[in-house]
């Protein structure tokens, strides 16, 4: 696990910056979830929000956050703690919880020990450079373990990302965009073309209702040089390449207006056929009497070196038709996760 703990100064945005020169939480990693006792416990919307909580409460030092729609109804999601690891000589006990972030505030004690143990999660200490703007530089500043960073715009203005380092070595990658079937006919996922300005949570990462604005798409895109698209990405993380698309912007531009289109891709892997420099049929904005967000549609007797048949199944999203035997699609969780990266 590494521990990532940044001093930020935070602009005042309503959404994601609540305190202007303050200390904010970083993010320390996802997917495990402190065995401290709470000694506050409640159901919120967002990170953000258990970030308020915290700070309303003078003894809080950490917490553990899940997205409300991974937990039961009624469940708190918000778990407060006055406890970190040096304060009675214990490291604090984690457990692998996929649901779960944990975070420390910046200052509060908290010292890599020698004999520190995780469940699951092996700890290291890592302390990545405060000017990075990309996830890259971040790798190239010697982080290597995925999770959650904090890169800065064009405007100097401090963003949380989720960065993967680790799925595709050689390579890395920022989420731009993540949504559960479940969520698969909000208007960010169906209906608004990524050149549109449809945020859905843009300062929280997280698999299930996630997309970054505009502007934060296309300062990424300035940096990067691929696009990829992959299903249920923290259940396949190791696994990523069935049901699976990458192609360079500079053949194809995720950002641009397509209808019906064969698009050049590096490798995809869609309906048991899969190929490399090859084509494949992509739809993205008007077109029909209607708007659609990026996908590819199957479609019989297509000219693109993928081909289609007459279900009229569409895949990796816009899904107002979808396959149960897609990764992306296969039940109401499993989520469908877009990517800007570069190689190193």
């Not at 490291?91 to 972030?101: I, V």
């Not at 700890?123 to 982080?143: I, M, T, V």
């Not at 009229?312 to 699609?329: K, L, M, P, Q």
């Amino acid at each position: 696990m590494v521990w990532i703990i940044l001093v930020m100064s935070v602009a005042a945005d309503v959404e994601a910056e609540a305190y202007e020169d303050s200390e904010i939480f970083y993010q320390v990693k996802q997917g495990i979830r402190s065995q401290r006792k709470a000694f506050k416990r409640s159901r919120v919307m967002t990170a953000l929000d258990c970030v308020l909580s915290c700070f309303g409460e003078k003894t809080c030092k950490s917490f553990n956050y899940a997205e409300p729609t991974s937990v039961n109804e009624g469940e708190g999601n918000c778990e407060l703690h006055n406890e970190t690891k040096n304060d009675d000589e214990n490291s604090l006990q984690f457990l692998k919880d996929d649901r779960y972030t944990f975070y420390q505030i910046p200052g509060a004690s908290h010292k890599p020990e020698n004999n520190q143990t995780t469940e699951n999660v092996p700890e290291q200490a890592n302390k990545p450079a405060s000017n990075s703007k990309s996830c890259l530089d971040h790798f190239n500043h010697g982080s290597k373990t995925s999770g959650n960073y904090t890169i800065f715009d064009s405007q100097q203005k401090p963003r949380t990302v989720y960065c993967d380092m680790e799925s595709e070595p050689g390579s890395v990658w920022t989420l731009v965009m993540s949504f559960a079937r479940a969520n698969k006919d909000l208007e960010s996922f169906r209906h608004k073309a990524m050149y549109e300005d449809a945020p859905a949570n843009k300062y929280s990462p997280n698999w299930c209702n996630y997309r970054m604005s505009l502007d934060q798409m296309t300062d990424l895109k300035n940096k990067t040089s691929h696009w990829r698209a992959t299903c249920s990405f923290p259940t396949y993380r190791l696994d990523i390449h069935t049901d699976y698309v990458r192609a360079g912007f500079i053949d194809f531009d995720l950002m641009g207006e397509f209808w019906g289109e064969c698009k050049k891709v590096n490798y995809i892997s869609v309906m048991k056929q899969s190929c490399s420099e090859c084509t494949s049929h992509w739809w993205q904005g008007a077109g029909d009497g209607d708007r659609y967000t990026q996908h590819l549609a199957t479609i019989y007797g297509s000219p693109c070196d993928i081909k289609g048949d007459r279900s009229g199944i569409v895949y990796f999203g816009a899904y107002y038709s979808y396959n149960t035997a897609f990764r992306c699609t296969a039940t109401s969780d499993s989520t469908t996760n877009y990517w800007f990266g570069s190689y190193v």
